[in-house]
């Protein structure tokens, strides 16, 4: 995991397993609320089966991941401790590294601490674009090399963009870690000499389509955005959709 930006984001804290009845288990992850000087908050997902808490904890164990149990209460709470080491560059940016010999694979994970919250009414919509358009090439990996790049070491890739973050996300065979390393760093810092019109008249049509498929033509595809634009005052950073609104999208230009 490679985490660049700003001291604040989502940034998971703790993760643990509650199996309190006999049929229920409590999954639970504690966040950072957002924006800074809100208090944290810890979601928890009630509607799980116990067999979901054995498989996490199983998973866990199978990789070397410490999984003590203490008891609350009448519950028994396992807490996951998922050992890693931590250095920051000289450049600002966190490197996190996990090691997991169970499968000769690695993962590459840049997360950016940026994302939807980052934009402004009526300029919705920009990071979620731009991770689409950070897809289509670099100065030294032109449009299509990315992805031929890393097939051929049998290697996928993806991203995603939310609130408080967007992510790239590389999954190689151990021997051609330094690919998706090199190709991340070249997104990087060559990505802009090769933003044309073109392509982002071609990602623009994608997004809104998306839009159009997920939300806009679908049953009930609305009520998400519309729950968060009641829930948040006029303004905030988490009251409009990550994926923007359609009048935005069409607004966007190089310039």
């Not at 996490?56 to 609350?72: L, R, Y």
């Not at 950016?112 to 402004?120: F, L, Q, V």
């Not at 920009?126 to 992805?147: Q, V």
């Not at 065979?173 to 933003?195: G, I, N, Q, Y």
């Amino acid at each position: 995991l490679i985490d660049t930006g700003s001291a604040y984001g989502t940034e998971p804290l703790v993760g643990k397993a509650l199996a309190g009845r006999r049929d229920k288990a409590v999954l639970s992850t504690k966040v950072r609320a957002n924006p800074p000087g809100t208090p944290n908050d810890t979601l928890d997902l009630i509607d799980g089966h116990r067999s979901v808490a054995r498989t996490v904890i199983g998973e866990c164990a199978t990789s070397g991941v410490n999984v003590p149990t203490v008891s609350i209460g009448e519950a028994t709470a396992t807490r996951l401790r998922i050992p890693s080491r931590t250095t920051v560059l000289d450049n600002g940016m966190r490197v996190v590294v996990h090691e997991d010999r169970s499968a000769p694979l690695v993962t590459v994970n840049l997360t950016y601490r940026c994302g939807s919250r980052d934009e402004h009414p009526g300029r919705t919509g920009l990071a979620h674009l731009l991770e689409h358009l950070m897809f289509e090439g670099t100065a030294h990996a032109p449009k299509g090399h990315f992805d031929t790049l890393l097939e051929q070491v049998g290697g996928t890739n993806n991203g995603s963009t939310w609130l408080d973050r967007t992510n790239y996300y590389e999954t190689v065979p151990t021997h051609a870690v330094e690919l998706p390393l090199w190709l991340e760093r070249d997104r990087m810092a060559f990505f802009l000499p090769t933003l044309t019109a073109p392509i982002l008249e071609l990602q623009r049509g994608v997004v809104m389509n998306e839009r159009r498929q997920v939300y806009e033509n679908r049953p009930y595809g609305l009520a998400g955005e519309r729950l968060n634009e009641l829930l948040y005052p006029d303004a905030h950073p988490y009251s409009w959709p990550t994926i923007g609104y359609m009048r935005d999208l069409e607004r966007i230009s190089l310039d």
